[in-house]
């Protein structure tokens, strides 16, 4: 069984960085694109961030060139570096992964999401 683990949320201030983990564990044969999500408070689910296996990224246009989306893939693990922070990040973000498992199809599993709270 296949499961996306995220860490590194909580409380910044206005302008400073947090960086956000997901690993994924249990029986990883392939993985396709990576990507963090994040749904603020009455919002929607948007896409923040995705990278495939050779390293192409797609940022959203609120984040691009304040966040990072690095991939290890030995390490099947994905990364959020977020830096300049806006209290209008605020939301909880999700890691979401393209998985195939024991050599069969390839299947889309979601984290539990972390909470990240930027305050003035």
């Known amino acids: 069984q296949v499961q996306l683990l995220e860490s590194g949320g909580g409380l910044a201030q206005e302008g400073g960085s947090l960086e956000l983990s997901c690993v994924a564990s249990?029986?990883?044969?392939?993985?396709?694109?990576m990507s963090w999500y994040r749904q603020g408070p009455a919002q929607q689910r948007e896409l923040v961030a995705a990278?495939?296996?050779?390293?192409?990224?797609n940022y959203a246009n609120s984040v691009r060139g304040r966040f990072t989306i690095p991939r290890d893939n030995a390490r099947n693990t994905t990364y959020l570096q977020m830096r300049a922070l806006k209290t209008e990040d605020t939301a909880v973000y999700y890691c979401?992964?393209?998985?195939?498992?024991?050599?069969?199809?390839?299947?889309?599993?979601w984290g539990r999401g972390t909470q990240v709270t930027v305050s003035v």
């Open positions: 990278i495939n296996p050779n390293g192409r990224t």
């Open positions: 979401q992964a393209e998985i195939a498992a024991r050599m069969g199809p390839i299947l889309e599993y």
């Open positions: 249990g029986s990883v044969y392939a993985m396709n694109a």
